[in-house]
Nanobody, 124 residues
Framework: QVQLVESGGGLVQAGGSLRLSCAAS????????AAWFRQAPGKEREFVSA????????AYIDSVKGRFTVSRDNAKNTLYLQMNSLNAEDTAVYYC?????????????????WGQGTQVTVSS
């Protein structure tokens, strides 16, 4: 069956960096647009970033532009999120997701598969 497994979360000080990974299995990963979402305590899950099937067509929410970089390695069936200059507002559970829709955007319902999430905590 399809599995998306995130890793790389943890506790980091404000201004620090983390790199999240999402290992995909059970699907032809290169055929899926992939994305990162996050959910902070007491808030709804929100879109963070997305990337096209072969690595282009990236998108970011305004609050992470210039700080986060999404990438993928289809040979390794892995999605990445490099997060720099982290601040307390980035504290959340981060989820990866995959969509069969090439133009999938920022809505949860556009994504077919989800990982279980990885916690990112930024201390100020």
């Amino acid at each position: 069956q399809v599995q998306l497994v995130e890793s790389g979360g943890g506790l980091v000080q404000a201004g620090g960096s983390l790199r999240l990974s999402c290992a995909a299995s059970g699907l032809t990963f290169s055929r899926y647009r992939a994305a990162w979402f996050r959910q902070a305590p007491g808030k709804e899950r929100e879109f963070v970033s997305a990337i096209g099937q072969i690595g282009g067509n990236t998108a970011y929410i305004d609050s992470v532009k210039g700080r986060f970089t999404v990438s993928r390695d289809n040979a390794k069936n892995t999605l990445y999120l490099q997060m720099n200059s982290l601040n307390a507002e980035d504290t959340a559970v981060y989820y990866c997701a995959a969509s069969s829709r090439p133009l999938a955007g920022y809505l949860d319902r556009e994504y077919d598969y989800w990982g279980q999430g990885t916690q990112v905590t930024v201390s100020s």
